[in-house]
Every structure is written in C-alpha cells, then in structure tokens.
C-alpha cells in the first residue's frame, strides 16, 4: 500500500538535498501538506516546547499521545487513549478527532480528503523528526 512507503519517500527527498519539496508520489506530499497545516497552526506549533491552546507538535512522531512535556491542558481522554502516533492513527485522528478519541478537546471537525490527510501526514512527519524542523521554528 502506497501510504506504508510515504516515509521513506519523504527521508529520500531529504538525503538528496531537498530540504522542502519531497518528490510526490500520490501519497504525501510535503509542500502541499506545508499548506494544509496552516489549519493547524492557530492552536500549534512546531517548536520544542511551544504550546499554543495545543500541544507543540514537535516530535509528536512515534510518541505516546498525550506526553508532550510541558503541556498541562490534556484531555483524560486523550492521555489515556495509549495511543502512539503513527500513519495509522493520525490519519484516523486527523479524519475524525472524536470518532478517534471520544471526549478529546481538540476543537476540530476533521479533514474528509484522503489526498489532503496523506500531504499533511508527509509533512507532519518530516517536520516532527526531521532537519525540517529548524526551518518550521524560523518560519
Ligand atoms: C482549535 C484548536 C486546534 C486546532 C485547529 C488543531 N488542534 Fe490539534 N490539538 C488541540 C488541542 C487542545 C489538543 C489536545 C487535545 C486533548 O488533550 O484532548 C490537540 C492535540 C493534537 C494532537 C495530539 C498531540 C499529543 O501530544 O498527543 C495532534 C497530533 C494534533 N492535535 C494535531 C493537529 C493537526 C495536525 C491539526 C491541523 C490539521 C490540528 N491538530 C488542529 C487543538 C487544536
């Protein structure tokens, strides 16, 4: 399945120099999911420790939900979810928060388009584990 290799297509774009534009493959795609996240970013930021009414987003990859250190504002609901953040589940939260994790606080409706989600999960990736990083904390 093409969304089980979109993270490798994403560190290949990197190693090859390019650090914004990742070669779109109909997965994800980095620049566009760029764009998506602007939806985001009035409740979070991509910085190391920088909560908005979110947690920072940074490093969220790979990570248990609801440990971002610093942040004090979780739902019960989400820290007890067991949820670690993946493709796999932040397609589904990013689709539907609620239907994901009943009772979360994340005031959200949801991103319907499997294109968009996949762009944004491409881009969310990168920037939470990636050299993308420095440049989301500059912008
Ligand atoms: C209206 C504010 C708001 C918007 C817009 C929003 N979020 Fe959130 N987000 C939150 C809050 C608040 C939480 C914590 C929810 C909880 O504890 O139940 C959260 C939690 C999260 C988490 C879990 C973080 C962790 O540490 O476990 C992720 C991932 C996330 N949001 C991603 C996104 C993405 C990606 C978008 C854009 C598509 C987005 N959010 C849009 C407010 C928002």
Same mark, same amino acid.
């Given at each position: ?7 490798r297509?994403?560190l290949?774009?990197?190693a090859?120099?390019?650090? $914004?534009?990742?070669?779109? !493959?109909?997965a =994800?795609d980095?620049?566009? @999911?760029a764009?998506?996240? %602007?939806?985001?970013? #009035?409740?979070?930021s $991509?910085?190391?420790?920088? !909560?908005?009414? =979110?947690?920072?987003?940074a @490093?969220?990859?790979?990570r %248990?939900?609801?440990? #971002?250190t610093?942040?004090?504002r ?13 493709e796999?589940?932040l ?12 009772d ?9 388009d499997?294109g968009?989600?996949?762009?944004l999960?491409?881009y969310?990736?990168?920037v ?12």
């Amino acid at each position: 399945m093409a969304l089980a290799s979109f993270g490798r297509i994403v560190l290949l774009g990197l190693a090859g120099g390019v650090s $914004f534009v990742a070669p779109s !493959h109909g997965a =994800g795609d980095v620049e566009r @999911g760029a764009r998506a996240s %602007r939806s985001c970013m #009035a409740c979070h930021s $991509f910085a190391p420790g920088r !909560h908005l009414t =979110g947690p920072s987003l940074a @490093g969220m990859w790979g990570r %248990r939900a609801g440990t #971002a250190t610093g942040f004090g504002r979780y739902s019960d609901a989400l820290k007890r979810s067991e949820i670690v953040w993946n493709e796999k589940t932040l397609d589904g939260w990013l689709r539907n928060p609620a239907a994901l994790i009943p009772d979360n606080t994340m005031l959200f409706d949801g991103i319907p388009d499997p294109g968009t989600r996949a762009d944004l999960l491409a881009y969310l990736q990168a920037v939470s584990e990636g050299p993308l990083r420095r440049r989301a904390r500059a912008a």
